[in-house]
Each structure stands twice: as structure tokens, then as C-alpha cells.
């Protein structure tokens, strides 16, 4: 049936086509492609695909059909058609948000729905325009149809190398990396875009409100891996956590095209979870189902959800979703709660503390669950970087996010820790080869752009910086892992850019960062109520300690404010960057020796911002110091070296 019918479009195909819609031109004769005069290669499988579509455009096509017509029948992954549609899509200069030229009908098929030019002609004797100045087609329709039959014979059997399945590769964290320049690998790919909001509890308690976050960030976890479609990141709706929500609204918000919600109920052992997709421009209802599992097998909802929204938008998944073998797959129920509960605490110094709390029973009872590394590693991170005191016993952050990549290489939350903490502790090559191997996994990864954005601004790449973590936002709106953006403007001088962005963390950090800038603009008693504010918050954390530095100074006791300074020194902070502030700090009470000797260990440790430490002026009582100046001369050698090698 199948040769039959593939028979039929081939006779059909006799006739010639030579069809022309916007600025681009197909020949179906010599199976080229040209736009505004310039050939576009075009696979062969590709070309037929395109062909095919626009023969049949006055309807739908199945999938069914094009195996059966374009691929011959052949078995071939949903992965490879969805390839083809998306290469066809870019050789026409269209995509999956636009689909002005080939629209996807939800659950149906795909269709040809640009129009074409009413000059699209059969007539085999005319000729197109093109750089070549090639030759009037054969004028005899026999000989040319004969020579068509055999050309797609020829080309119909080559392999699909670029849409053949890819070999998963184990990414390794070696020290070694090449110079393939960055902006290739980040270039991000225009989506349609999903969220999915946190559920709510239909009885709620608070031993079992975590679950509304948790499910929701786990099912994104899953989603992530859809062909064609883009998922906001789980930082992007924590803020709407136990809160009334309007999905349509909280989706206009994000400026997603559909958005997923619903409610759950934890009773008798049973986890009943109703479940919707909508579809925010028209308020359509996608697809609605109620799901029941046992509480000890709640891991399977994520699955679930995922496998019906695949179905409902008739995508696929990528290969590395597929893979079964670097799937985080917990073995233990309890364990899995406890991961659960840590990662559905604020990201706050006291929700940290909870969180590793929570994370170490997880990986007591399950010590094959990656996830529940990469986050704690994460939390005890952060709580050294801030000076906090970490739980006793623990490892280094570096030796939990290396064993969540011995149980999964792709796991891109242990990556994306990896990879700041490398920028932190001097070891930016290793850091840029983390985050380019997370950009291979996926590259529309919110984290992954961050990561990158992380690492240019130590670097003083401070324009390039500003493009990647934009982007993240871009990607995931109102993700507050991505606060540091606002540390970033101030060191490129933007200071109501980095106002802009201070509702990502209205606590210390964001309050704190307003002071600075209101100090920095001369702004001193607005700067004053900020630290103040500062410290009605936390007193004695990290953004404590630096508000008290800034009002001693204001209030001229260098006493206090040295003193203050020697607690945050003794903080066992291991940042580059913060060691940079250390010296910022010392230089507003001109001491002269603290401030070299943090701002030399700065600069070897990895903090060579150029841009923003050479225009200080803080630092300008010891401009002419052989010390600072050889500081900053390594500064700029550092700074252009990496610029020169990695961009």
C-alpha cells in the first residue's frame, strides 16, 4: 500500500512544479531552494517533506501520512519528524511560535499555510533567476519526468545524517577546553513557551503543603526535555506559592502560550492530583485529567503529566529524556519526600539550613538519587559564600555536585552549581567547559545562559554578561536564582537597570544593593534608611554586616566600621568577588594595607573585572601604589587574555 501510493505522488510529482510564496522559490525539478536569489541547501528528506506539504495544502497531513509517503513507510523515531519539521520550518524562514508557513495542528498534523504566488507555474520550460545564471529547464516533459523518477529514487534512499538519533555522550568534568567560540553554542531557538504554576492544596496543612511546589518543579524537570516547546524554570513560579492564583493572568504574566495548574489532595496514603492545560491567548482548555497514586509512588506523576502533555500538544521528547540510563529515578519513597521537602524551602539563609537538613535524610536512605546532591551541595554552598555556619560533617560543595554527576552526567542542576562555583574559586576554563557542555544538553536552559553571563562578568566581559543573564530572564521571568544581575549592572555603571531588577530579591540583597546605589549617587540619607531597612531584616548576615560598614562610614566612626569588617573577614569567605569587596569596603577607610593585600587576593583568586575595578574611585588614594597598579595591570591581562581566547 505504501509503494502504491508513494507511486501516485511520484506521477504527480511528473508535472514539475515550480512553486513560489513570499521571498523563496522551490524547484521541484532540481530540488533546490532558493531565497531572494540565493540557493539555501536543503537535505533531501527535508526538501521532500516541503514539497509534500505544500502538494497537500488544502488539508491537514498526519504523521502516519508522511511516514508513509515521505519516509516510505520506513520505522522511524517521532524524534526524526519532528527534526525534519523543525529544519523545514528554518529553511523557510519560519518557526514554531511563528508557523506562518507550516502550522502545527494540535493532534492532527502539520499543514502548508503560506500562500502561493498565483505565477507559480508547471511549464517546465521556464527558467528561474539565480547567482549561477543556470540554464532554461528541458523542454521535453518525458525525459524530464524519466530523470525526476530517478532522482528521487536516488535521494529518497541517502541517510538523514542530521536527523538520525545523536549517541548520548557522557559529558565529563575534565580541565581541559578548546577555543570554539561561546556565542555559537548559546544561541537560543524561539519556542513556544509552557508554564507550569505550583498546585494547590485542597486540604491544606503544613506537612503537606511542599508538595505543591515540589510536583510542579519536578513535572517542569520532565518537560524540559519536549521537542519544540520552551518550559519556564521552577524560580520563575515560586513566588506564587500558596497564593491565590489566576492561571490565565499568572500566564500572561510570564508571557507563556499555555499554561498548567491544578490542585492535589494527600489523604488516606493517596495522592489524587487534578490536572489542566490552557492555552492563555484564548483561554482554551488543551487537555484535563484527574490522577491517583499511591503516596510511596508519587515520583510517577511527574511522569505522567509529562507523557500527557506530550500527547496533547503531539510532540515528542529529546533523546536524553529518552535515555532511561541518565534518568534521576528515586528508590526509596521517603527518600524521595525528604528531596521534596528541600527543595521547596525559600531560598533564605534559615530555609538553607532546613533545606540541608532535609537533603542529608534524603541521601541517607537513597544514595543513588543525583538530584539530592546537586541541591545540597547548592545550599551548603551558599551558606559558606554568605558566611554563614555550615552543619558539621558536611563535604565540600564540589565533592556533592561531582557525585551527582557520577549517577547522572546530564543532571544540569549539579552543572550549573558546578560551574559557579569553578568562577568562584578561580577556575574559569573549567567553568566555561561546564557551561558549554550544559548548552549541548539543552540549550534553552535558563541556568545554563546564567551560568555563562556568571562567568563573563568576573572576566569583565561586562556587555556579554548582561546579554546571557538577560537572556535566563528572558527564559524564566521572576527567577530569583538570578538576583546577581543586579550586581552585574552596578558593575557596568547601570544603575537604574539594576533598580529595575531588584524586585527579584526585595529582602537584604536587593534592599542592600539599593543602598549602595543611592550611596554611590551621593543619595546619602535615602542610602541610610535602605541599610537600615537592611538591618531589620538580618542584623548579622552577610547583608548586615555590610550595611553597618556603609553607616559607620556615614556617619564617620572608622572604629565600627573596622571592626565590623573584621567579623565579615573572618567569615571564611572563599568568593573572588566578595574578596574584591573586601577591599572596596577598606578603601572607604583608606586602609591603605588591608585594602591591597584583598584586592591582590581577588584578582589571583579570580576576580579580574577590569572594567569595573579600574573605574573605583575608591581606590584612587592608592592609584599610584606599585601594588595596586600591578593589581590592576594583572587585572587587564587577565581580562584580555580571556576576552582574546574566548571570544
Request: charged share 25%.
Amino acid at each position: 500500500m505504501a509503494g502504491r501510493k508513494t507511486n501516485q505522488w511520484l506521477t504527480h510529482f511528473n508535472s514539475i512544479m515550480i512553486y513560489k510564496f513570499n521571498n523563496k522559490v522551490i524547484d521541484s525539478e532540481s530540488f533546490k531552494l532558493w531565497s531572494d536569489d540565493s540557493e539555501i541547501p536543503v537535505e533531501p528528506k527535508v526538501f521532500n517533506l516541503i514539497v509534500y506539504l505544500i502538494e497537500h495544502a488544502d488539508k491537514v497531513v498526519s504523521r502516519d501520512e508522511l511516514l508513509d509517503q515521505v519516509w516510505q513507510g520506513r520505522v522511524v523515531s517521532d524524534t526524526s519528524i519532528n527534526n525534519s519539521i523543525k529544519s523545514a520550518r528554518k529553511v523557510l524562514g519560519d518557526d514554531g511560535t511563528k508557523q506562518h508557513i507550516i502550522k502545527t495542528i494540535h493532534s492532527r498534523g502539520y499543514q502548508f499555510v503560506a500562500k502561493l504566488n498565483t505565477d507559480t507555474v508547471t511549464n517546465p520550460s521556464i527558467s528561474i533567476k539565480t547567482e549561477s545564471n543556470r540554464n532554461q529547464l528541458l523542454p521535453v516533459i518525458g525525459i524530464v519526468g524519466a530523470v525526476l523518477i530517478l532522482l528521487y529514487l536516488g535521494f529518497r534512499d541517502q541517510p538523514n545524517h542530521a536527523n538520525s538519533k545523536a549517541t548520548t555522550t557522557t559529558p565529563e568534568v575534565d580541565h581541559s577546553i578548546d577555543n570554539t567560540e561561546v556565542k555559537n553554542e548559546t544561541a537560543l531557538t524561539t519556542q513556544q513557551l509552557i508554564a507550569v504554576l505550583p498546585f494547590a492544596n485542597n486540604k491544606p496543612d503544613k506537612d503537606t503543603d511542599y508538595l505543591g511546589f515540589a510536583l510542579a518543579n519536578q513535572i517542569i524537570s520532565d518537560l524540559t526535555h519536549l521537542e519544540e516547546y520552551a518550559i519556564r524554570p521552577a524560580g520563575s513560579i515560586r513566588k506564587y506559592v500558596n497564593q491565590v492564583i489566576d492561571a490565565i493572568a499568572v500566564g500572561k504574566e510570564l508571557d507563556v502560550n499555555f499554561v498548567i495548574s491544578g490542585n492535589y489532595l494527600l489523604e488516606n496514603n493517596i495522592v489524587r492530583l487534578n490536572v489542566e492545560m490552557i492555552e492563555v491567548n484564548n483561554n482554551q482548555l488543551v487537555w484535563r485529567e484527574t490522577m491517583q497514586v499511591n503516596y510511596s509512588d508519587t515520583f510517577n506523576l511527574q511522569d505522567m503529566v509529562a507523557q500527557q502533555v506530550a500527547k496533547a500538544l503531539d510532540v515528542g521528547f529529546r533523546d536524553n529524556y529518552l535515555n532511561q540510563q541518565f534518568r534521576d529515578i528515586p528508590n526509596s519513597a521517603l527518600a524521595y519526600e525528604y528531596y521534596l521537602r528541600g527543595i521547596s524551602y525559600p531560598q533564605s539563609n534559615e530555609g538553607h539550613k532546613l533545606a540541608v537538613e532535609m537533603l542529608q535524610k534524603s541521601i541517607e536512605l537513597d544514595p543513588e538519587y543525583a538530584p539530592s546532591y546537586a541541591h545540597l551541595g547548592f545550599h551548603r554552598r551558599l551558606l559558606e559564600q554568605h558566611g554563614r555556619i555550615v552543619p558539621t560533617g558536611m563535604k565540600t560543595g564540589e565533592w556533592y555536585y561531582l557525585n551527582a554527576l557520577k549517577l547522572n552526567p546530564l543532571q544540569l542542576d549539579a552543572l550549573s552549581n558546578l560551574s559557579a562555583l569553578y568562577v568562584e574559586t578561580n577556575r574559569m576554563e573549567d567553568a566555561l567547559l561546564v557551561t558549554r557542555k550544559m548548552l549541548k544538553i539543552n540549550p534553552n536552559d535558563a541556568n545554563s545562559h546564567f551560568a555563562l553571563g556568571y562567568i563573563f562578568r568576573y572576566a569583565g566581559m561586562l556587555d556579554e554578561a548582561i546579554e546571557e543573564m538577560e537572556t535566563a530572564l528572558s527564559i524564566s521571568p521572576n527567577n530569583t536564582r538570578f538576583r546577581s544581575i543586579i550586581s552585574t549592572y552596578v558593575s557596568a555603571g547601570r544603575y537604574q537597570d539594576a533598580l529595575d531588577k531588584v524586585y527579584l530579591d526585595p529582602g537584604d540583597y536587593g534592599t542592600g544593593y539599593s543602598g549602595i546605589i543611592a550611596f554611590n549617587q551621593e543619595q546619602y540619607d535615602l542610602a541610610g534608611k535602605l541599610f537600615n531597612q537592611v538591618l531589620s531584616i538580618d542584623e548579622n548576615g552577610i547583608w548586615g554586616l555590610i550595611s553597618k560598614v556603609y553607616l559607620a562610614y556615614m556617619i564617620d566612626d572608622k572604629e565600627l566600621g573596622l571592626k565590623t569588617l573584621a567579623k565579615m573577614v573572618e567569615s571564611d569567605i572563599t568568593d573572588a568577588e566578595n574578596m574584591y569587596y573586601f577591599a572596596d569596603f577598606y578603601a572607604l577607610f583608606k586602609e591603605k594595607e588591608p585594602c591591597l593585600m584583598w584586592l591582590e587576593k581577588a584578582v589571583n583568586t579570580g576576580y579580574f573585572n577590569y572594567p569595573h575595578i579600574s573605574k573605583n574611585d575608591a581606590f584612587s588614594f592608592v592609584q599610584n601604589d606599585k601594588r595596586y597598579i600591578a593589581a590592576l595591570k594583572l587585572a587587564k591581562e587577565k581580562h584580555d587574555a580571556f576576552r582574546t581566547k574566548f571570544l
